[in-house]
């Protein structure tokens, strides 16, 4: 037995009780248990554990009961960097280089030429390693950006692909227990060297990395092997406020499933590193996961998106039921009766027919998908900037297509974002009615955030604010007669500006935007007692 199991983690006597949480350390007495996790344990104390099993491979498994809003795992990066195609970005600090509205501190980095921010740059961690196997191999990067003259901002470089699988390359000998962890990662190679994409890679990446760059010890499938333990397992570390869009690799995290209903969301803080949190309280037992893709597609669209990024077929609760628990997201509705939702007979077979509930209409699947793109380019080509064509596409499909699938679902979802802050359309510009609407959106989305993304979710963290600034405008526009009904208004506002404060308590940029929340509800409650009093 290793001694941590053997001695007591506060005084080193022989011990026997262990944790019962994370199982990993144990104590002598109550007493220094109780020390030991004021010391520290807290906050290293696993709530999980590694488990496995055929259909999901291994993930991670709650130990003990886990609180709402509850830390589960918190963990720095083993690997950042570019994505495989990205827009020009410093390889020593990651900022975006050609970000609008920033000084544009486009600099060469002087021994291998790839870009970056400033000289500072050039002895960034990150980009050493990369940087002497470009110099030695006299490679010049053909990157060459013209802050001035680009006016493509988000002009994507696929020469950024090699960078990633570089630095990973590199911890075989810098970092090699690290690399041994990498390297057990699940990769889905032989699926993916199927893929166009793969193909691509293998043509051009491995002269790059072995002929170029001359690390020719490496052979074709361990350098694929590494691509695809990135495609597999890295997830998208996006910065706004830094201009960063990055990928990053975390062994830990990378053990975790997906479940189109998860119990856990994750957030990333200034330092790249990764806090998992409860949405919802966990049982002792219960799988953790997050959701790889996103709530408001449809069960076909989410399955086919993991499908190819992931290389699985998802069979969640969600996936399994041809309503999408009761929503029916994916349904059209059936032109013949009228009346009827058309549903997948199995939705785990993407091939399955499609059926009315209620008579003997029938469609392929083949037919469903081409609906749903052609809805999709009809949603893509939709005018953005006012209202009109979001609630013209609503008005047009309100036979074929019923309130929650998933399409009209994203329409009103840009609604909401639209009322009350398009040219306009900002509150105090909105009509009665277009306030009616925007609070009406944000009830009926909240309600289908419940089912999809329920508990401290930010998808519902954003539909409360929205819906909570709306019923303060609401409530700033009752007459002054009508004190009960300002005030009922004002209550709810109050109730869902907790519930925001506690969804949001980490996310340190919503800050500000809360204050001011606070602030206005504050003068619309002063405004109410004013009127009370008179
Ligand atoms: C980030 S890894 C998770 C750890 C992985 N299970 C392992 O054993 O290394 C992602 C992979 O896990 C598997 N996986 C995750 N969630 C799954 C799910 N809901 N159903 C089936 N497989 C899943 C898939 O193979 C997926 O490509």
Redesign the pocket.
Known sequence: MPSALTNCAFCQARASQICAACKSVVYCSREHQKEHWKKGHKRECKCYEVASND?????LRATRDIKIGEQILREAPLVVGPKVASAPICLGCHRNIGAPGKSMNYYKCSSCTWPLCGKECEQSPHHRGECQLMAQSNFQSKINYHPDQDQNQERKESAYCVIMLLRCMLLKTSQPEDFVRLFS??D?LKERLETPLYQVLRANLITFIKTVLGLREWSEMEILRIAAILD??TFEVRQPKERRKVRALYPGA??????CVPNMRHRFDDNMNIIFLAKRAISKGEILNISYTQPLRSTIQRRLHLRQA???D???QRCSDPSELGTFAAAQMCLKCKAGKIIPLNPLQNSSPWKCQLCNVKKSAKEIITIDNQLQLEIESLDKSTPTALEDFIYRHRIDLHETNTHVLQVKYALTQLYGNAPGFSMDELTEDNLKRKVQLCEDLLKLADIFDGGWSIFRGNLLIDLEEALVAQAMRVPEDEATECEAILRQAAELLTEIGNIMKYETEMEEVLQERQRILDHALERFKEVEEC
């Open positions: 259909m999901l491979g291994r993930h990662l699940e889905h597999t397992n990378a053990m975790i499933s997906h479940d992931k290389c699985f998802c069979a969640c």
